[in-house]
């Protein structure tokens, strides 16, 4: 679980938080709203933004009736100019801000390198944003997964990201369990299969990730190479936060060299406009010359790795799947043919459902069991054994079939559709 740290009045965040982060520690540092001036320029310069692209008159009512509400006055399909507002607002604070988080924070910190362009990330409710998918899909293909979509598990040194970076998420607005962070704590050492997006292989199973209720101010620290994630979100609010990565002495790219990263003593000096230089000068940046200049020229269409097939644990017999009881234990969620899975209730309770999220295809084998909901790993999104649902009213229901404990077996009939019951 993460540890929680409070900035208080009298004293910054305990010493030595940078080596326990990149030891897998997660911390949520609270306060910072009030403790940390620098914050509210951040609000200020988000607030330029969104009056530059929306009008003043939707930046007012973000300022005095919360961020939380933006897409009641903003169109979904506005979304995308506006996260570039913002974008231009706040990219010119991020050493300032960096700067002095880190004095105050970790005083005991090395030279500070950061990432040059902060990520904004606007997440409306997935019901509004669904119909804007194409709009969004190219944003996402210009300024990566996660700032207006929900980005599935990954480790950001999998993609084009140093493997001894910090993430520093700010909430600028309220964040919510249900339109939040994930990150995979219990997977932090874990060796995983990856595609070339940077996203986890399908095959891969994790284990339910940590979610944060978040105040603005408050940010959730974390090594980029810990699992993470964007929940769908599945509730009225939007949630709005900025978030930095950075390291301590020179970033260390595993795979592809592509962000820029400066030098934070060389900004603002005569020598700050060579700063990204150090960061650049080292053989990573060499080897992945040519692929950036081709992702400039023609940014490719990703190629997925082929990772092991899924699990399936069902014998299948005259129209029927067959599993022994004890290869479904009470909480577990497995797969049992190409096209459905198994989640253990209860002692008594099992219920057969097909695997793919109808999302964007998680597969429910590699989920969990959550107050009785089966949760799809990629976007943490809970579906009601009972009704197949989800809170997201746009999606499809996933399809139950019948499933039943005969003795010491389940057995799933895919041919009977099971009905809704409503739960009121
Ligand atoms: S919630 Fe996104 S794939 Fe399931
Ligand atoms: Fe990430």
């Known amino acids: ?238 949630r709005f936060v900025i978030s930095f990565r950075m390291s301590f002495g020179k970033p260390v790219f595993p795979n592809r060299h592509y962000h820029k990263y400066v030098n934070a003593d060389m900004v603002g000096t005569p020598l700050g406009f060579m700063a990204s230089l150090p960061a650049a000068m080292q053989a990573s940046f060499i080897r992945t010359l040519p692929w950036r200049l081709s992702e400039k020229l023609s940014p490719r269409p990703k190629k997925d790795i082929v990772a092991a097939p899924p699990e399936t644990i069902g014998i299948e017999r005259d129209g029927k799947i067959y599993i022994p009881i004890e290869a479904a234990p009470v909480g577990a969620v497995r797969g049992v043919s190409a096209a459905y899975c198994v989640a253990r209730i209860s002692d008594k309770e099992a219920v057969a459902l097909s695997r793919r999220c109808p999302h964007s295809g998680g597969d429910f084998a590699n989920g969990w069991i959550h107050d009785g909901a089966v949760v799809c790993p990629w976007h943490n999104l809970p579906f009601d054994t009972k009704t197949g649902r989800s809170p997201c009213k746009t999606l499809a229901q996933v399809r139950r079939v019948r499933c039943d404990i005969v003795g010491s077996e389940i057995v799933i009939d895919p041919t009977v559709k099971e009905a809704v019951v409503e739960t009121g």
């Open 1 to 238: 679980m993460a540890t929680e740290i409070q900035f208080g009045d009298d004293r910054s965040p305990d010493a030595g938080l940078v080596d326990r982060a990149l030891n897998g520690e997660v911390f949520v540092i609270r306060g910072a709203y009030n403790r940390f001036q620098l914050f509210k320029t951040l609000i200020t310069a988000s607030l330029d933004g969104i009056g530059k692209s929306a009008g003043e008159n939707v930046a007012r009512r973000a300022e005095s009736e919360g961020f939380e509400r933006i897409h009641e006055w903003v169109a979904p399909a506005d979304i995308p100019a506006m996260t570039d507002a913002v974008y231009d607002s706040v990219k010119p604070l991020a050493s300032g801000f960096l700067t002095a988080f880190v004095q105050q924070a970790f005083p005991e910190a090395k030279t500070l390198y950061y990432e040059e362009t902060p990520n904004v990330r606007f997440h409306i409710p997935y019901d509004l944003a669904r119909a804007q998918k194409d709009s969004y899909k190219s944003f996402s293909k210009d300024h990566g997964e996660g700032k207006i979509t929900a980005h599935g598990p990954h480790r950001d040194s999998w993609l084009d990201c140093p493997s001894n970076g910090i993430n520093l998420w700010f909430a600028v607005g309220p964040v919510r369990k249900g339109n939040g962070l994930t990150i995979y704590e219990t997977d932090y050492q874990g060796d995983f299969v990856y595609k070339n997006s940077g996203d986890i292989s399908d095959g891969e199973k994790l284990h339910r990730p940590t979610t944060f209720d978040l105040e603005p101010g408050d940010c959730v620290l974390f090594h980029t190479d810990q699992i993470h994630g964007s929940e769908l979100n599945r509730i009225n609010e939007t």
